[in-house]
């Protein structure tokens, strides 16, 4: 064991924000992160040349304009735009890649994860934890809806064997080495709350209650968040092709048994199984499972598909900052 932890240098802070259409919640976002950074600087936890970075994704309305002038007149703020819409994970992955600092903190633009606790995610940090994961502790402000499947999501990926932190999402602290560490991860299919997970190092958690959107709209409709949760699984589980092997065995070991019954009516009685039915059901049954079957293979090989292309995550087209 040793003795002591060597004390850490004050680092230099990254806060990262993906925008889609933000121009609401955006003014007071920027405030609010930036008075954080003043806050921080001043109490010495973190050195002054630390930043906010806005990635614009592709935004349709006034967000690129509202981060352009503001990036023009604040040397806190850099602002990055990508060439159109690839998505929130993507567009996290853009701002951290563009950070130079010695930690980073991910953080929606709708400030649901109340921004107070990047203060103890580098408390965390100073401690020597080079991954700080913000948890959310209390789900009151979401609808039924979003806890119930959110929950029941992590719950089935830890059955999958997939190693996330529960009610965990993009709210996380990390630390350079872990930063380079993630970006070594050459996936199309960026679900980083698990690659996160995968690139391990000494880390801690920060809890808090999510509060309520204030301003404009959730980003995530309903067929986004699925679309989400299923690159979850098919990136992180092969437990779904694994269920056809099991569902191939059961459904013949059924077959078996069936056979063995109309074969033992037909030996040992007068009498055969009469009708169509009997034909016709297992046949409509074992016809749909295959198909099923065929789908979940096909969806793990359009992922394949996907990541044999290996195709650039993302495209800049804009990058403002003071000096
Ligand atoms: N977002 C993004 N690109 C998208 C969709 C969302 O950059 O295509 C950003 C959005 O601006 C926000 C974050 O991702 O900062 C999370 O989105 P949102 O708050 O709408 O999701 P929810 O909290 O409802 O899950
Ligand atoms: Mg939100």
Not at 184 to 192: D, G, T, V
Request: with cysteine; hydrophobic share 40%.
């Amino acid at each position: 064991m040793s003795s002591g932890t060597p004390a850490i240098a004050i680092p230099s802070l990254a806060v990262v924000v993906p925008c889609y259409n933000e121009e609401e919640s955006l003014p007071k976002t920027i405030q609010v992160l930036n008075d954080l950074l003043d806050k921080l600087i001043a109490a010495n936890k973190i050195t002054p040349d630390s930043k906010n970075y806005f990635v614009d994704d592709g935004s349709r309305d006034n967000t690129w304009q509202i981060l352009h002038n503001t990036a023009l007149q604040n040397d806190k703020v850099v602002a990055i735009k990508l060439s159109r819409n690839k998505g929130h994970q993507n567009a996290l992955y853009a701002g951290l890649c563009t950070t130079t600092e010695d930690i980073t903190v991910s953080i929606d633009a709708d400030l649901q994860d109340d921004p107070a606790n990047i203060e103890n995610m580098v408390d965390e940090y100073l401690q020597g934890n080079e991954v700080v994961y913000g948890v959310r502790s209390a789900r009151k402000t979401d609808t039924f809806f979003k806890r119930f499947t959110a929950e029941g999501y992590y719950h089935t990926m830890r059955t999958m064997g997939v190693d996330l932190v529960f009610n965990h999402a993009d709210f996380r602290l990390l630390s350079r080495r872990a930063l380079e560490a993630l970006k070594e991860y050459k996936e199309s299919n960026l679900f980083l709350r698990g690659i996160v997970r995968e690139v391990g190092f000494k880390s801690s958690v920060v809890e808090y209650e999510r509060q309520a959107r204030e301003l404009g709209e959730s980003k995530y409709p309903l067929k986004k968040m699925l679309s989400f949760a299923w690159k979850g699984i098919t990136a992180f589980s092969a437990v779904p092709l694994r269920m056809i092997t099991v569902l191939g065995l059961c459904s013949g070991f059924a077959s078996f048994v069936l056979i063995l019954w109309v074969l033992g009516i037909r030996i040992f009685s007068d009498h055969a199984v009469p009708g169509w039915a009997s034909i016709l059901l297992p046949l409509l049954f074992i016809g749909s499972v295959q198909l099923l079957c065929l789908g979940v293979i096909g969806e793990y090989m359009s992922k394949i598909y996907e990541e044999v292309k290996g195709r650039p995550k993302y495209h800049i087209s804009d990058v403002v900052r003071k000096h």
